[in-house]
């Protein structure tokens, strides 16, 4: 898949053909900022197992895509899984001659999109996992039908909320809905305020919907369980078979195209769509502000709950179970809060161990660079 745009052009190195990949002025500041010379900027488009795809300007004219690998330095320096590059990272690269072209340094991210990383349980670690980074929507896909899970459209907007990103419902398999009306009531009752859209993608219709996000420059991703259509949504909206399709079997391997990897693909709009294979079970990385904000009517409904920092437990005067009692708050979505609030919370307990186990680590290191004293202090900040 190795898309190569390559003319042949007597200038140096244009930087701005990046442009077309969401490269900003911003960007190029933070770039020049620290790299040094023979470095180049970058846009990660694929990671794979140790290896990515990336997409920088072409000597002379152009962009060009090929493979990289991270710098030893990056490595080792990266205290978790979160701060390795990730699909739509923009990076400083040192292009190699006749070999992989080398990973230095990631550049700020402006969001980044997290879930919780298969723990390593015997040492209690938990670590965040960036599933896309520097995207300015996200796509929720999820399937009418029989698949459709109003709890689980709920995680995928906290997670889209804690990450920075717009999260927009899109409603896919149209054909499947039988009553499409009720399916949107519900839809808006999981997802209060959101932009929704309902489409079928064979068939191209509810496409329009989605344009507003889909400009030139602008990141999407899609998210959402495997099967529910985001792969047919990408070709739909590309007009072309970008990425593969099908059903999904996990015993069944012989000539299935489904989603594998994570890779950004560029529209001929020039909008960029990160397409994601399916998780299976999503691990929520989020804070309990995001989760709050997934849930606006029950922030509202606490304003009026007796104690300030009610927990809508077993407190009296609680406004938010009495809504509940009463049929105006969904049982299961006040179930679904609940449930999610109280993974955040552990999350963040276990984040703030994990956060001082580096810390010790860090201080038992003999060699103490000044390097490592300045990021110690920034976190500690950070607290
Ligand atoms: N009935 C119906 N099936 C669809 C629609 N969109 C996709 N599919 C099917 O759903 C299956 C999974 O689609 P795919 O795009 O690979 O899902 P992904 O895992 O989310 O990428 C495929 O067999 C598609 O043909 C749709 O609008 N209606
Ligand atoms: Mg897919
Ligand atoms: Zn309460």
């Given at each position: 898949m190795s898309t190569v745009f390559h003319v042949e052009f007597d200038?140096?190195?244009?930087?701005?053909?990046l442009d077309g990949f969401g490269y900003t002025p911003l960007l190029e500041a933070a770039f020049s900022e620290t790299a040094e010379a023979g470095e180049v900027p970058a846009r990660v488009v694929e990671e794979q197992r140790d290896r990515f795809r990336i997409v920088r300007a072409a000597e002379g004219f152009g962009v060009l895509e090929e493979e990289a690998k991270a710098s030893g330095a990056l490595r080792r320096e990266?205290?978790?899984?979160?701060q390795l590059p990730a699909v739509g990272d923009w990076v400083s690269v040192r292009p190699a001659e006749g070999s992989l072209s080398v990973i230095l340094r990631l550049l700020p991210r402006t969001s980044a999109f997290m879930r919780k990383a298969p723990g390593d349980v015997r040492h209690d670690r938990i670590e965040a996992q960036v599933?896309?980074?520097?995207?300015?929507?996200?796509?929720i896909v999820a399937a009418a039908?029989?698949?459709?899970n109003p709890r689980r459209v709920e995680r995928y907007v906290a997670l889209a909320l804690a990450a920075g990103t717009t999260p927009v419902l899109v409603i896919a398999?149209?054909?499947?809905?039988?009553?499409p009306a009720s399916l949107l009531a519900e839809a808006a009752r999981a997802a209060p305020g959101l932009r929704t859209a309902m489409v079928c993608a064979p068939e191209g219709?509810?496409?329009?919907?989605?344009?507003?996000?889909?400009?030139?420059?602008k990141t999407v991703v899609l998210l959402g369980s495997?099967?529910?259509?985001k792969s047919t949504l990408l070709n739909a909206l590309a007009g072309e078979d970008l990425a593969g399709t099908g059903e999904v079997r996990v015993d069944d391997q012989r000539g299935r195209h489904t989603t594998t990897h994570r890779h950004l693909y560029r529209l001929g709009s020039g909008a960029l769509v990160i397409d994601t294979p399916g998780m299976r079970e999503l691990q929520l990385w989020a804070d309990e502000e995001a989760v709050g904000s997934a849930f606006p009517e029950i922030e509202a409904l606490a304003a009026?709950?007796?104690?300030?920092?009610?927990?809508?437990?077993?407190?009296?005067?609680?406004a938010v179970r009495a809504a509940v009692e009463s049929g105006e708050l969904e049982e299961g979505r006040f179930a679904s809060w609940r449930k999610l609030s109280r993974e955040a919370a552990y999350l963040r307990t276990k984040e703030n161990h994990s956060a001082k186990d580096a810390e010790r680590r860090r201080w038992k290191s003999?060699?103490?660079s000044r390097r490592s004293f300045a990021k110690a202090s920034t976190r500690t900040k950070n607290e």
């Open positions: 200038e140096g190195a244009r930087p701005d053909a990266a205290d978790s899984a979160s599933i896309a980074a520097n995207v300015n929507f996200a796509f039908g029989l698949d459709w398999k149209s054909d499947l809905a039988e009553n219709s509810g496409l329009g919907e989605l344009s507003f996000a889909l400009e030139r420059g495997s099967g529910a259509g009026d709950c007796r104690f300030r920092d009610c927990a809508h437990g077993l407190e009296p005067g609680c003999i060699e103490m």
